[in-house]
């Protein structure tokens, strides 16, 4: 019985990238996650520290299912999703553009490269008293900040990944007839989309990040905002409850963003799972 | 139908930088209308630069390059090319990497996956039509990128090495389907290989280059007329004994060239 068991998740373990894997073998994968949870849940329960500094996981789980109940808890995780995912989309969309002709175009090249060198590693947080007095209280300030936060990793991704099309694919697809027009989308932007993703992928945290950041900083709703008004109240049980939300919202969309890349980038070699 | 004619053909690269290379000088080669014309020559001698110079990717330092009697100015689809590491689109599986020459001149959908079968099958690739070259060995990659030039049917055969990854009864598989489908379809071929034997058997004349900077040391004649069968030229004394002779002047070279110089 065991045995066939541990064979079964081996088996699933390997079918792939895209099949939804057994509670089982989700079970083995985060069996640390598993040992913090029951090692906080019985330290809470001991009372070694009072609930008021560490709740135990139960409340804090009772405390998620009654706030959602009360339905602020879900609509300020939508408004932080909503401006993560905003400004995310904004900053693909503004970002990849920008990267390639970065790579392509020498003018563009002269204008953002400083532009870029000295804009990443500043912390673009620091920049929200301005966007406040710019851009107002609500959503546009969260937004426009995270999209710039985004656009950075992404531009810098897509660049280097645009120089580094190999050659060899440019000329042959010049070879079999392809116009110097049609090159970057025929052959320039599949060969980036890799490098695009990578940073998309590093962007994504960025964007919750700054958006909660920001929600914390100025309110306005949202999981940031959420969490600071229950500390301020003493209710430690819905701090830990919005704290478990937003790990749990990271989680979920850093895993759609892997799906999605196994997706597009089926081709890849990276795909491929016979390996192993 | 065209001929190439190359005229006192040099090439530096990076002549503005620290280390400009000289790769090849004083080249000057006519290669007639339905030639097969084979080079040979030690690694680093600048074969490839010469065929991506005949393809129109890289610009001449000196000298000029006609094809059909018009100076090269830009790549082009008269001119195929079977680069030597197979630059394939990793994106698209085998059969859109044949059908991608042919979609860019136009032809009708129906008709270019007709043609790309049929030259898949060439390659004995029947059945990998739907893997992407991630899936495939480097001999599969190899005979892919060779369909996918001969789909599209160019006047102008450019082949750098185009089955060097490939064992030695696959590669007499490919020689065979090469020389039917040059003697069927009347191509120029230009064809840069480092087997002797493969190239006085396949070529007409076989072009012997120096160590770096490459110039053409010599020019063999290697056409083997009178003769029943592919095992009856292979087996002949001719056969053996213009190969030695290629062989022996391309050791030279090789010696010349010694391990520092690379
Ligand atoms: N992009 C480049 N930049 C600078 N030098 C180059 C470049 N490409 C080739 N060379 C130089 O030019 C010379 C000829 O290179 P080439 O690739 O044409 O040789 P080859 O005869 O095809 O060699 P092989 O048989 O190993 O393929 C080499 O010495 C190489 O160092
Ligand atoms: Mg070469």
């Known amino acids: 019985m065991a045995?066939?068991?541990?064979?079964?998740?081996?088996?699933?373990?390997?079918?792939?990238?895209?099949?939804?894997?057994?509670?089982?073998?989700?079970?083995?994968?985060?069996?640390?996650?598993?040992?913090?949870?029951?090692?906080?849940?019985?330290?809470?329960?001991?009372?070694?520290?009072?609930?008021?500094?560490l709740p135990s996981v139960s409340s804090i789980l009772k405390g998620v299912y009654k706030a959602t109940l009360e339905a602020d808890l879900i609509r300020d995780t939508a408004l932080t999703t909503y401006r993560a995912l905003l400004?995310?989309?904004?900053?693909?969309?503004?970002?990849?553009?920008?990267?390639?002709?970065m790579a392509r175009i020498r003018v563009i090249h002269w204008f953002f490269d400083p532009i870029v060198s000295i804009g990443f590693p500043t912390p673009k947080i620091s920049f929200l008293p301005i966007f406040i007095l710019w851009f107002g209280l609500f959503d546009r300030p969260k937004i426009f900040l995270a999209t710039l936060a985004c656009t950075f990793p992404i531009v810098t991704a897509t660049y280097l990944g645009t120089m580094g099309v190999d050659k060899y694919l440019l000329w042959s697809a010049r070879n079999m007839g392809t116009?110097?027009?049609?090159?970057?989308?025929?052959?320039?932007?599949?060969?980036?989309?890799?490098?695009?993703?990578?940073?998309?992928?590093?962007?994504?945290?960025?964007?919750?990040?700054?958006?909660?950041?920001?929600?914390?900083?100025?309110?306005?709703?949202?999981?940031?905002?959420?969490?600071?008004?229950?500390?301020?109240?003493?209710?430690?049980?819905?701090?830990?409850?919005?704290?478990?939300?937003?790990?749990?919202?990271?989680?979920?969309l850093q895993k759609i963003l892997e799906k999605v890349r196994a997706l597009v980038l089926h081709w890849h070699e990276e795909t491929q799972h016979e390996s192993k | 139908m065209a001929d190439i004619v190359a005229r006192n053909v040099r090439k530096i690269y990076n002549p503005d930088k620290r280390y400009p290379v000289l790769a090849i000088d004083e080249v000057s080669l006519e290669?007639?209308?339905?030639?097969?014309?084979?080079?040979?020559?030690?690694?680093?001698?600048?074969?490839?630069?010469?065929?991506?110079?005949?393809?129109?990717?890289?610009?001449?330092?000196?000298?000029?390059?006609?094809?059909?009697?018009?100076?090269?100015?830009?790549?082009?689809?008269?001119?195929?090319?079977?680069?030597?590491?197979?630059?394939?689109?990793?994106?698209?599986?085998?059969?859109?990497?044949?059908?991608?020459?042919l979609e860019e001149q136009k032809i009708p959908k129906a008709e270019r996956e007709?043609?790309?079968?049929?030259?898949?099958?060439?390659?004995?690739?029947?059945?990998?039509?739907?893997?992407?070259?991630?899936?495939?060995?480097?001999g599969m990659k190899q005979r892919v990128a060779i369909a996918r030039t001969l789909a599209f049917d160019p006047e102008v055969l450019l082949m750098d090495e185009p089955f060097g990854a490939l064992d030695a009864q696959t590669r007499?598989?490919?020689?065979?389907?090469?020389?039917?489908?040059?003697?069927?379809?009347?191509?120029?071929?230009?064809?840069?290989?480092?087997?002797?034997r493969e190239a006085v058997y396949?070529?007409?004349?076989?072009?012997?280059?120096?160590?770096?900077?490459?110039?053409?040391?010599e020019i063999v004649d290697t056409k083997f007329a009178g003769y029943k069968s592919t095992e009856e030229v292979l087996e002949s004394a001719a056969f053996a004994q213009k190969t030695h002779q290629i062989w022996k002047s391309v050791r030279e070279e090789v010696d010349k060239a010694g391990p520092l110089d690379g």
Not at chain 1, 14 to 37: F, M, N, Q, T
Not at chain 2, 57 to 67: N, P, S
Not at chain 2, 114 to 136: C, N, W
């Open chain 2, 114 to 138: 007709k043609i790309a079968r049929k030259h898949i099958d060439m390659v004995k690739l029947t059945g990998f039509e739907h893997h992407y070259p991630s899936q495939l060995s480097g």
């Open chain 2, 31 to 101: 290669v007639r209308e339905n030639e097969f014309v084979a080079i040979v020559g030690p690694s680093g001698c600048g074969k490839s630069t010469l065929l991506y110079m005949v393809a129109g990717f890289l610009d001449l330092t000196a000298g000029e390059i006609k094809v059909n009697g018009k100076p090269v100015e830009a790549p082009g689809p008269d001119r195929g090319i079977v680069f030597q590491h197979f630059a394939l689109f990793p994106w698209k599986t085998v059969l859109r990497n044949v059908t991608y020459g």
């Open chain 1, 179 to 252: 116009s110097e027009n049609s090159l970057l989308r025929k052959v320039i932007f599949p060969a980036t989309l890799p490098q695009v993703l990578n940073g998309a992928q590093i962007a994504m945290p960025i964007s919750i990040i700054v958006v909660i950041v920001s929600e914390m900083l100025m309110g306005g709703g949202g999981l940031g905002n959420y969490i600071m008004v229950a500390q301020r109240f003493a209710d430690s049980v819905s701090v830990f409850a919005g704290l478990l939300v937003i790990s749990v919202l990271g989680y979920l």
């Open chain 1, 87 to 101: 400004s995310f989309c904004v900053a693909l969309v503004i970002a990849v553009p920008i990267g390639i002709s």
């Open chain 1, 3 to 53: 045995v066939s068991d541990t064979q079964a998740v081996a088996a699933t373990g390997r079918s792939g990238g895209l099949a939804v894997p057994s509670p089982l073998v989700i079970l083995k994968k985060y069996y640390s996650v598993l040992l913090l949870i029951i090692v906080w849940e019985v330290v809470a329960r001991l009372n070694l520290v009072t609930p008021f500094l």
């Open chain 2, 202 to 217: 396949l070529a007409d004349r076989v072009v012997i280059m120096t160590a770096r900077p490459g110039r053409i040391k």
């Open chain 2, 172 to 196: 007499g598989v490919m020689q065979e389907e090469l020389l039917s489908i040059w003697s069927k379809r009347k191509k120029t071929v230009l064809f840069v290989t480092h087997d002797v």
